[in-house]
């Protein structure tokens, strides 16, 4: 068996991540008896800053006939902040409606978190974070005092919205966002938590501010009400966002499955991710079930530490354990995960993060090692 996938490295410490989780998907990948054809795209800012292209229509159809995607990060200071994050990351998740944004809340056995008395049976849950609507469909502009007039459209799988505004302001200036849930979204998305919840612990909490945005968020509890019927076996529970971050920090043991809208999901998220022990071990997956996935640490790109070889691989290389399980590779996907608590556990090639001295491509290469010999 033998699997095409296209990666992108991309910016900052993309390279020497994305490396690591190759080297270790390959020896996965032997053990198990298939192969992978990886498929190089440089996109951006590099090809950004030498052809002005982010990422053109004909390259996203290529890649629209691939089932998965291995990214390493986006984001580059030479670049103004939001270009290239919004006309390559966002672009892809939205063209290829990856409305699941799964991110995995786990304590590993040999990590320490900063929560007090927590072990790694407390932290075990996973956020399905919607990942194309909310406050990310990129609608907003400012305007001048006086009268205007603005017309925007969100185009996606699902449907087309056109809106219209007419601006009347004597403020000097303003600027405004708009968010939208949509019904089928919202539904999608909410139907995926209380299924994988079905496999797990059996209960879905939902995240919103219904209580102040009771337009779009109230939209979402009345979904999320109408998809819990069709679940009499999983318990749910609703969480104003403001609160459950003091709900992840006090008693993460309460959660199994979280569901929230893509804004809430981004930040409670990096709270997800220093409580399992830090953004070089937060993965992430971007996932069309019916069509291209994308899998990416959650962390960015972080250009002060490119080319020094002493970024956490772990992220990276646990975001490609979910790649392998979404190309039905299960028993691969688990080596992965378990050889990498393995190397937590044994805690001595580890990177400056997790307090120890190896490079970004020893701790691959150990990693990939423990694949082998597990
Ligand atoms: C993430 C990132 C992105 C997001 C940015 C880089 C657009 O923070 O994947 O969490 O906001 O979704
Ligand atoms: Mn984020």
Known sequence: MKYAVPVIPGDGIGHEIIAEGQKVLEAAADKHG?????????LGAEHYLKTGELV???????L?????????????????????????????????DQYINLRPVKLLEGVSTPLKDKRSSDIDFVVVRENTEDFYIGIGSRAKSGRSHA?????????????GLDIESDSEEIGYQIGELSKEGCCR??????????????????????????????????????VAKNYSQVKHDFNFVDAITMWFVKNPEWFDVVVTPNMFGDIITDLG??????????????????????????????PKYKGKNMINPIATIWAGAMLLEHLDQPSAAEDVVNAIERNLKEGKIRTYDLGGRSTTSEVGTEIARLVKTL
């Open 151 to 163: 017309d925007f459209e969100v185009k996606r799988a699902l449907y087309t919205i056109k809106f």
């Open 273 to 302: 991710a220093i409580i399992q022990g830090g953004l070089g071990l937060a993965p992430g997956a971007n996932l069309n079930p019916e069509g291209t996935s994308m899998f990416e640490p959650i962390h960015g790109s972080a």
């Open 189 to 226: 998305v909410i139907k995926y938590a209380f299924d994988l919840a079905m496999k797990r612990r059996k209960k879905v909490s939902s995240v919103d501010k219904a209580n102040v945005l009771s337009d779009i968020y109230g939209l979402w509890r009345e979904i999320f009400l109408d």
């Open 56 to 62: 053109n229509e004909e390259t996203l159809r290529e």
């Open 34 to 42: 298939f192969s992978i054809d990886w498929i190089n795209y440089p």
């Open 64 to 96: 629209k006939k691939y089932r998965a995607i291995y990214l390493g990060a986006i984001g580059d200071p030479r670049v103004e902040p939001g270009i290239l994050e919004k006309g390559i990351l966002l672009r892809m998740r939205f063209f290829f």
